[in-house]
């Protein structure tokens, strides 16, 4: 994988510590309109907020989180073609049936905190 280091962050005590642990975390809901949801992503995490702050609000929001540094990322689909430091979010909606909606966040990090956002959204299943 050329280098790619990806971190997993277990960030419940993370996420205790930094806010009480004020009851349920905010679930964001998300429609099927990526610019919807990046607009709802930033209303949560702005251009600017430290890595490990975002990673904790996006985990809370009910995300699953990986931060990658020095890693090929792809925002277009295509073939990865540049290496870039950012923190992966994806989540799944829950459904009784065979086909789910999929969530995929990715947060690119300079200087230790989120300077864009980018967000891809699609059915999946069998």
């Known amino acids: ?3 790619k280091r990806c971190w997993i962050h277990v960030v419940g005590v993370v996420f205790c510590i930094l806010t009480g642990c004020q009851g349920g975390a905010e679930r964001l809901s998300f429609t099927e309109d990526p610019a919807k949801c990046k607009a709802m992503v930033l209303s949560k995490v702005p251009i600017g907020t430290p890595t490990m702050e975002a990673l904790t609000v996006m985990t ?3 995300f699953k989180c990986t931060v990658c540094t020095n890693t090929l990322l792809s925002l277009d689909g295509t073939t990865a073609t540049q290496r870039a430091d950012f923190v992966h979010c994806d989540m799944t909606s829950q459904s009784l049936s065979m086909v789910s909606r999929r969530w995929q966040v990715e947060l690119i990090i ?7 956002v980018f967000v ?3 059915l999946i299943g069998p």
């Open 110 to 116: 300079a200087s230790n905190k989120v300077q864009d």
């Open 60 to 62: 809370a929001c009910g």
């Open 1 to 3: 994988m050329n280098g």
């Open 120 to 122: 891809t959204t699609g």
